[in-house]
């Protein structure tokens, strides 16, 4: 019994690993974005495509991670994806710095995106494989706790890499955007080197069939569904054949993707399990948490710096507190989650997340950057307090020969939902700045109106998007009332 604790701990640290430089190159582009925008010579809908074609394939990446666990052996499995995100970061390390190039650097993103598409879910059903479910919610934590750090490290990180040159030990680290692609790469490369000696097979592997078709719908229908929302920052609604077409198109494929399933003797993606409710509220319950946390990463920085014209390091460390407090709740919402239950952590969270939202609606260009802060911080505790908690009250309500089909649903809506509401946020943003921005002719003749214009039209966009975050979290409030009748009703 002690070795097999101590093979399935030599197991989590070098998952833990890993997920430190997939994570980080899921969260370190926020603090960056307007350097590359600088850099490449584009614009914020353009930049942001580093974090939408990311979330975009990584959601395409998940209903195929259930096949590749079931398939592929544990060890040999992380070692491809370990590779895979090694090549991804490289590409967008040396990326040629003109517009035209810009398409490799979203090529880096992609390797990476497929790479971490694969570890993430991996992980969670190694975790449920290697512990019971009395020891899931600190396993699960501990997963949560990079999660949960990776916000602050990642942007702080950054900031602290774009702020000036650093000599660490006779070696220079450069201010230079490319710098930041430097410490993941250290890091996946001490995971790929762990991993041969490590690494266990944990996920008993049994041989199925590839269902191509099934393959093809998945890909092709997430493909164009969240492709459609990407185009929304730059084509607007209204487009038809770039938003609207893919949209429409994309949804119906996936449509079809679910009959196929519901059809097949052994599923590519067992969609059955959302017939559990127990299983299908609490994702719902994540999906919301997951829109809550990416979309006040993506537009604080940008807030930060284009508005309050602080500079990387500064937005970083604004942020990290918070992101700080979410990593280290994170392992004690995974206690917690064992002794009190989901329903009252979901309704404290999502509590603490409406309360730290509410006063973001009034954001100016002169609000204290310790008030900013200290809301961030509380927003963080919330999403520690749901995020997690959700996952293993989700995974807790199938059966463990369910556990990669779960996973693999519950991380491809995780991705969707964060996908499409980066999208969302980013297409207000940028409408409602270029609706209200003042004529170029203000600029020759008032350059300070003009500024201030510009200013306040940034301002309005920031602010909607506010608005739709406390929607989130008032959602989420009202789900956890959900959570208990549901539970009760079973009870009865």
Known sequence: ??????????????????????????????????????????????????????????????????????????????????????????????????????????TGRIL??????????????????????????????????????SPAIGPTLTGWILDKNHSILGWTLSDSWRSMFVIPLVIVVIAIALTPFLMKNVVPNKKIALDIPSVLLSTVGFGLFLWGFRNVATYGWGDFGSVVAPIVIGALILFAFVCRQLKLPVPFLDVKVFAKKNFTIPTIGLLLTMMAMFGVEMMLPTYLQNVRGMSPLNSGLTLMWGALFMGFLSPVAGALYNKVGIKKLAFVGFSM???????????????????????????????????????????????????????????????????????????????????????????VTDPLKYADKVLDASLDGFRVAFLIFLVIALLGIILTFWIQGQKEENEC
């Open 1 to 106: 019994m002690n070795e097999q604790k101590k093979g399935r701990t030599g197991v989590l640290v070098v998952m833990l690993v890993a997920a430190v430089a997939g994570a980080l190159m899921q969260t370190s582009l926020g603090t960056a974005l307007p350097t590359l925008m600088k850099a490449f010579d584009i614009d914020l809908a353009t930049a942001q495509q580093a974090t939408t074609w990311f979330l975009l394939v990584n959601g395409m990446m998940v209903p195929l991670s259930a096949y590749l666990a079931t398939r592929i052996k544990t060890r040999t499995l992380h070692l491809v994806a370990y590779v895979l995100l090694f090549a991804g970061i490289l590409t967008s390390m040396w990326t040629p710095e003109k517009a035209d190039a810009w398409w490799l650097f979203l």
């Open 112 to 149: 990476a995106a497929m790479a971490v598409g694969i570890m993430l879910p991996l992980s969670q059903i190694v975790v449920l494989n290697m512990y019971g479910k009395n020891e899931r919610g600190a396993a699960m934590g501990m997963l949560g706790l990079v999660i949960g750090m």
């Open 353 to 443: 997340l409406a309360l730290g939202t509410l006063p973001y609606l009034f954001l100016t260009a002169e609000t204290p950057t310790v008030l900013i802060l200290v809301l961030y911080a509380v927003r963080m505790a919330g999403i520690a307090l749901t995020m997690m908690p959700l996952t293993t009250a989700a995974m807790a309500a199938l059966p463990d020969d369910k556990n990669a089909d779960g996973t693999a649903a519950n991380n491809t809506l995780r991705q969707v939902s964060a996908s499409i509401v980066v999208a969302i946020l980013t297409s207000i943003v940028q409408n409602i700045v270029n609706t209200n921005r003042p004529s170029h002719s203000l600029k």
